[in-house]
């Protein structure tokens, strides 16, 4: 069974920086294209960023250039690096994978909250 945890999150001031990570278990994280999104109250959720099996990226303009996703094969596990953080960056944050056949699994979410 596939599972995925997200850890990580917490209270920073604006400026802060955190590294999120997303562990998966069950399965061979490396075959799977890994996307972090978040959903803040009364919002839509969004994606944030992505990395696919080769390693090329893609962020939403809204975090180009203080977020940094990646990826971590043999440890199983992908990170989420944001740095510059802004209180509109306050939201939960998923990591979802998905596999070539596009089968996908979601973590439960941490909660990143940016307040002085």
């Known amino acids: 069974q596939v599972q995925v945890v997200e850890s990580g999150g917490g209270l920073v001031q604006p400026g802060g920086s955190l590294r999120l990570a997303c562990a998966a278990s069950?399965?061979?994280?490396?075959?799977?294209?890994v996307a972090w999104y978040r959903q803040a109250p009364g919002k839509q959720r969004e994606q944030v960023a992505s990395?696919?099996?080769?390693?090329?990226?893609n962020y939403a303009d809204s975090v180009k250039g203080r977020f940094t996703i990646s990826r971590v094969n043999v440890k199983n596990t992908a990170y989420l690096q944001m740095d510059g953080l802004k209180p509109e960056d306050t939201a939960v944050y998923y990591c979802q994978i998905t596999s070539r056949t596009l089968q996908t699994s979601w973590g439960q979410g941490t909660q990143v909250t940016v307040s002085s």
């Open positions: 990395v696919t099996t080769s390693g090329t990226t």
């Open positions: 069950g399965t061979i994280l490396g075959i799977y294209t």
